[in-house]
């Protein structure tokens, strides 16, 4: 997901070296093609958050991260999610040449200014509460959103819309009411 700063022109730009973004249709192009051929060739599923447990089995040795059904996976999911970053970083030099990824939280800064610890920290408690959700929804945004929904998963619709308002609500709640902007 790309982070978006506003710029004085009002053409978004990435925070990331503040490059123009791709148009959103290539990349949904391509996660299109990648959903249909894992479908239709592979008869796999696509979704980010079994990738991370693929991740986790690589170095925890409890039972949960042994199971066959995910050990079995290593050899489609690990490359897919080595890909994700490999193709981000390349992007980033293709684009502009080298890669040097800024600290610029946008108005997180202008807002809370905790500085790099403090970045880490929200970061991190971010993370846990992304993490419980998608273990509790069974599942990321990229599989109930991308590939649920494309199959016509009700768990997904319901599931998406629920991130969806949840979403709506928080940002709301953080940027308009405690934020004040």
């Known amino acids: 997901m790309a982070i978006f700063v506003p710029s004085c022109d009002t053409h978004p730009v990435l925070i990331l070296n503040h490059i123009a973004p ?75 040449g080298t890669w040097s990824p800024l600290w610029d939280l946008g108005i997180f800064d202008i807002a809370v200014g905790w500085g790099p610890a403090g970045k880490v920290l929200w970061m991190f408690i971010g993370g846990l509460f992304i993490g419980f959700g998608t273990r509790l929804a069974g599942g990321c945004t990229s599989g109930h959103g991308i590939f649920g929904i494309s199959n016509l998963e009700l768990s997904s619709v319901v599931t998406v819309l629920s991130f969806m308002a949840a979403g709506v609500v928080t940002s709301n709640l953080l940027y308009r009411v405690i934020l004040g902007f």
């Open 22 to 96: 791709y148009h959103w249709a290539i990349a949904g192009t391509g996660i299109g093609v990648l959903t249909l051929v894992l479908l239709t060739v592979a008869r796999k599923r696509l979704g980010i958050s079994t990738g991370i447990e693929n991740i986790c089995s690589l170095v925890i040795p409890a039972p949960y991260f042994r199971r066959e059904s995910l050990v079995s996976t290593h050899s489609w999911r690990l490359p897919i999610l080595l890909g994700l970053v490999l193709g981000g970083v390349l992007s980033a030099v293709i684009e502009s």
